[in-house]
């Protein structure tokens, strides 16, 4: 059902999705890959799109027992905290506008404090050509708009638990 430039009504992408099998969802790069083969339609996003202009919005689109899938809001300049998904795997796919992704390593960490140290590393693009999977080996990471992008941007986020 890919073809080169077609983008998948919302509905369709839900409807696909969930024939993936659980077991799949523990490989990152073949979720990255069906994300990567499946961009969504952005004029079919409507019904889950919610702005606020104080803070990103998360707008579920659709929850099975296996995963999450959410459509984030961004309005120019928003940004989420530094974080990880505590044991889930999390793939990111943008198709209205384009987002930052800076990911940190982790220097040190202690468990007892709930506290660590923590360094950038790499900083990722995601746009509507370039879906991205956070690497459970480095999860910490946090994802923006920046204002010199100057325009609204909506990412889905793919939550599911790491087994």
């Not at 696909?16 to 523990?26: A, D, Q």
């Amino acid at each position: 059902m890919t073809v080169s430039g077609l983008r998948f009504p919302v509905q369709i992408f839900v409807t696909e999705l969930r024939e993936i099998r659980p077991k799949m969802f523990t490989r990152v790069a073949d979720v990255r890959q069906f994300l990567l083969e499946h961009p969504v339609n952005p004029t079919t996003l409507g019904p889950y799109l919610y702005w606020d202009v104080e803070h990103y919005t998360r707008n579920p689109i659709d929850k099975t027992p296996f995963y999450e899938l959410l459509a984030i809001c961004w309005e120019v300049g928003q940004g989420s905290a530094v974080h990880n998904h505590r044991g889930q795997n999390c793939w990111m796919a943008v198709p209205i506008g384009r987002l930052l992704v800076q990911n940190y390593r982790v220097l040190h960490q202690n468990v007892s404090t709930q506290s660590c140290d923590i360094a950038k590393s790499d900083i990722v693009e995601m746009n509507a050509t370039n879906s991205l999977a956070v690497n459970p080996e480095e999860p910490v990471h946090k994802v923006f708009n920046p204002r010199h992008f100057n325009a609204r941007a909506v990412s889905l986020h793919l939550l599911c638990a790491a087994v």
